[in-house]
């Protein structure tokens, strides 16, 4: 597929086909529409943004970036709801009192998309490499959306609902079942090791940063199994498991790094089992 398509959404490889349609509007618009309006609320009630330039900047430096970039590799300029996705992204991911770490986040994100890949797909999702590098290369100017929700359980619900019914519509909502449903149980597992209480352990996927990480993240087709929904659903628990692992290690980023360090193994044993021909691939397979 080419790098045109949605981070969210599964297009046909046929780049001329009639794009799908969900509730009459065109599913490339969906996810960004649904992440708008996540921003709008958390912005709104409990102000979860840096700044609206600093957004805005990372927003069009992934619309440029993908513009420029996908006339350069294909000869066209691609659709550009997969760029907006990850430039609102990387806004309400990174918190930072300087422009220059949206920036350029936002430009490792664009690029991986297009000099990281292996046939035809990119390796790593967008948003999951440019806030993993950041965080990772700059601590010192980066930090990651946490609590600035509040965790209000309102506005977890509201976002939940929406998320779901519009994950399920599009024929994904097993791979954030999965993932929610591990880390629970890995909660509670961390919650007997380590002797904290469970509602510590669980915590975390009540936040804005959950949110966003299994509605988006976790769900790019483009960075996931293709072989089946078994084996979406194994690299969901997978990555669960690695975060859980980086968790009792005391990794306070552990869902993006957890993500960065399989999806692209993920990848490649796709890649390696589909070019083979092979009925199934080995995460399959141990399904």
């Not at 794009?19 to 618009?29: E, G, S, T, V, Y």
């Not at 949206?102 to 440019?130: E, M, Q």
């Not at 509201?158 to 149980?185: A, C, D, E, N, Q």
């Not at 988006?216 to 690695?242: E, G, H, L, N, Y």
Request: aromatic residues 14%; contains cysteine.
């Amino acid at each position: 597929m080419s790098p045109d398509t949605p981070d969210m959404i599964t297009i046909a490889e046929n780049t001329e086909a009639i794009p799908p349609k969900l509730w009459h509007i065109d599913a490339r618009f969906i996810a960004p529409i649904f992440i708008t309006l996540i921003l709008l609320a958390g912005q709104l009630s409990f102000g979860i943004l840096e700044s609206y330039p600093q957004t805005l900047a990372a927003i069009a430096i992934s619309v440029a970036l993908e513009m420029t970039l996908g006339k350069i590799f294909t000869g066209k300029i691609p659709h550009l709801a997969s760029a907006y996705i990850t430039g609102i992204s990387v806004g309400i991911l990174i918190r930072s009192p300087f422009f220059w770490p949206f920036i350029l986040c936002a430009a490792l994100s664009i690029t991986s998309k297009y000099v990281l890949r292996l046939k035809d797909r990119h390796v790593w999702n967008p948003s999951n490499f440019g806030v993993s590098a950041m965080l990772f290369l700059a601590p010192f100017a980066v930090a990651s959306l946490s609590i600035q929700w509040g965790n209000n359980i309102w506005a977890l619900l509201t976002i939940w609902m929406i998320g779901s019914i519009i994950i399920y519509r599009l024929k994904r909502f097993h791979i954030t079942l999965t993932y929610v449903v591990s880390f629970l149980v890995f909660s509670l597992l961390r919650s007997f090791v380590t002797d904290h209480a469970f509602l510590a352990e669980v915590a975390p996927i009540t936040g804005p940063m959950y949110q966003l990480f299994v509605f988006f993240m976790i769900t790019d087709p483009k960075t996931t199994i293709r072989t089946s929904v078994k084996a979406q659903c194994v690299f969901a628990f997978v990555v669960a498991a690695v975060e859980s692992v980086l968790r009792l290690f005391e990794v306070v980023h552990a869902p993006y790094y957890a993500l960065f360090l399989v999806g692209p193994i993920a990848t490649i044993v796709d890649v390696y089992w589909l070019s083979r021909g092979a009925n199934e691939s080995p995460l399959q397979a141990a399904a």
